[in-house]
């Protein structure tokens, strides 16, 4: 990455924006739920985590000393803080603790896909969604590039990737990263719905069940 400040920079911090307010999200659908716990439980993980990043341009906000290192920061504190949340919710609530925060992973990803419907992205076939959803999906920096794409057509997009870039941070709390893996999929799916119903995603191998491989598919419900 650049060692300016420029637009590949406000693009990634747009999306780590995304994961603090999807954070955000879970959390106000918690506290109809689990009420003062909810409270409670965002007070632990802002106390171990820190607050999330204040709603501010990214110009009154980054270290330009250390622009690559910064962003790299804060993937990693928005997504552990995010699992971190998640985990004490659902161990705390139960089975309406997890609805809630399905319910909120599922409204942030239509509510993303409908933005990029306004955007020119309406019934998009799966390779032009595929774009669209890096413009939103937070996957590491951008000179990681795990994936590989096996198939990119206008029907059905299908990409692989040998590590899940979020899991070394899920892992540095106790939560269960299949559940996230499950979250993160039905956002995928609802932000791919929200774009053309026609398609949906599906993950079809997964290395925590023993498969050697991610594979990932946009296609045909």
Same mark, same amino acid.
């Given at each position: 990455m650049s060692a300016f400040l420029g637009p590949i920079h406000h693009w990634l911090y747009r999306k780590i924006r995304l994961v603090v307010e999807r954070?955000?999200?879970?959390?106000?659908?918690?506290?109809?739920? &689990?009420?003062?716990?909810?409270?409670?439980?965002?007070?632990?993980?802002?106390?171990?985590?820190?607050?999330?990043?204040? @709603?501010?341009?990214?110009?009154?906000?980054?270290?330009?000393?250390?622009?690559?290192g910064w962003l790299q920061n804060q993937i990693n504190i928005a997504e552990t803080r995010e699992a971190a949340q998640i985990q004490k919710l659902i161990e705390? &609530?139960?089975?309406?603790?997890?609805?809630?925060?399905?319910?909120?992973f599922m409204e942030q990803g239509t509510l993303c896909g409908r933005e990029a419907v306004?955007?020119?992205?309406?019934?998009?076939?799966?390779d032009e969604i595929y774009k669209v959803l890096n413009n939103y999906l937070l996957n590491g920096m951008p000179c990681d590039q795990v994936n590989?794409?096996?198939?990119?057509?206008?029907?059905?997009?299908?990409?692989?990737?040998?590590? &899940?870039?979020?899991?070394?941070?899920?892992?540095?709390?106790?939560?269960?990263?299949?559940?996230?893996?499950?979250?993160?999929?039905?956002?995928?799916?609802?932000?791919?719905k929200a774009? @053309?119903?026609?398609?949906?995603?599906?993950?079809?191998?997964?290395?925590?069940?023993g498969d050697p491989i991610n594979r990932y598919e946009i296609r045909g419900a």
């Open positions: 954070e955000e999200l879970v959390y106000d659908k918690a506290v109809d739920i &689990c009420n003062d716990k909810a409270v409670e439980i965002r007070s632990e993980v802002w106390e171990v985590y820190g607050e999330p990043l204040p @709603n501010l341009s990214l110009d009154q906000l980054i270290d330009g000393r250390n622009i690559h705390s &609530c139960g089975d309406v603790g997890q609805s809630a925060v399905e319910k909120a306004e955007k020119g992205a309406l019934l998009a076939g799966a590989r794409l096996t198939s990119n057509e206008n029907e059905q997009v299908v990409w692989e990737s040998s590590v &899940c870039l979020q899991e070394r941070n899920w892992k540095q709390t106790t939560v269960d990263v299949s559940l996230m893996k499950h979250l993160y999929g039905l956002w995928i799916d609802a932000f791919v774009i @053309n119903p026609a398609l949906s995603y599906r993950q079809s191998a997964d290395t925590l069940k």
